[in-house]
């Protein structure tokens, strides 16, 4: 079995614990406007094994073990290569390696068994009111409901990402519907803000695809901080985890 992986990332430090070797797949439903990585929308050509895979992440192996590092399966969205992804995490437990799933939950089905050998779920909040996530991604917001039902019954630490655009999150009242929206993930360890940048701008030129927020400022990280701040307050006055 072959997988289409577009990159990996040795050494990377802010998908998850540790230092990570980060394995990006090519493929995505989702068409969010905000995305920095259109590249990845496309399913390429089919380049990895799961043994050549497992081999290559195995070499950095030494670093896992002294700073509780591991793998970080990202994308695009690797839930769309649900079988290959299985294969490969079931030899990755056999040797021991910690495995964090960086996802939207926009997969194909299979969320048991592969919440079963993830370690952690970095889980991407797109937007918590469904119109608006049809709006912001193309696609609807119950698969991405069926995962969460997955996620929750595995009890597995989920870390919530969420990317905060000038003129959508950047406002309480988003901040109001996303706490709400939260009550409903179970197991939460840690929220974070991710500004909105403008460093896969230069990628839809050279696609020759159109940059929907080209005309929207980069995030403000002042005012993002500002932001999670309030949510924090929020979040615990909603009786909610009161540290994250």
């Known amino acids: 079995m072959k997988a289409s992986i577009d ?11 540790g230092i990570r070797t980060v394995v990006f797949f090519s493929g995505c439903k989702m068409r969010c406007l905000y995305c920095h990585n259109p590249e990845m929308w496309q399913k390429g050509e089919e380049n990895y094994t799961s043994d050549q895979l497992v081999a290559k992440i195995l070499r950095n192996k030494p670093y896992f073990i002294h700073n509780h590092g591991g793998v970080t399966f990202s994308g695009g969205e690797p839930l769309l290569q649900i079988d290959f992804l299985l294969e490969t995490c079931k030899k990755l437990k056999e040797q021991g390696i910690h495995i964090a799933l960086d996802t939207c939950g926009n997969g194909i089905g299979k969320y048991d068994e ?93 696609l020759n695809i159109t940059n929907p927020l080209e005309d929207v400022p980069p995030m403000d990280l002042a005012k993002c901080d500002e932001l999670y701040q309030l949510f924090l307050k929020k979040y615990k006055n909603n009786n909610l985890k009161k540290s994250i």
């Open 7 to 17: 990159s990996i990332e040795t050494f990377g430090l802010v998908d998850g614990p």
């Open 114 to 206: 592969i919440l079963k050998l993830v370690d952690l779920v970095l889980f991407d909040v797109k937007h918590p009111i469904p119109r608006e996530y049809k709006k912001l991604t193309s696609q609807d917001i119950s698969e991405s409901e069926k995962f969460i039902e997955a996620m929750n019954k595995s009890g597995k630490p989920v870390w919530i990402r969420q990317v905060i655009v000038p003129g959508i999150m950047d406002n309480e009242e988003y901040l109001d519907q996303l706490v709400e929206y939260l009550k409903k993930i179970k197991n939460i360890e840690k929220v974070e803000f991710l500004p909105f940048h403008h460093m896969g701008f230069e990628k839809y030129k050279k």
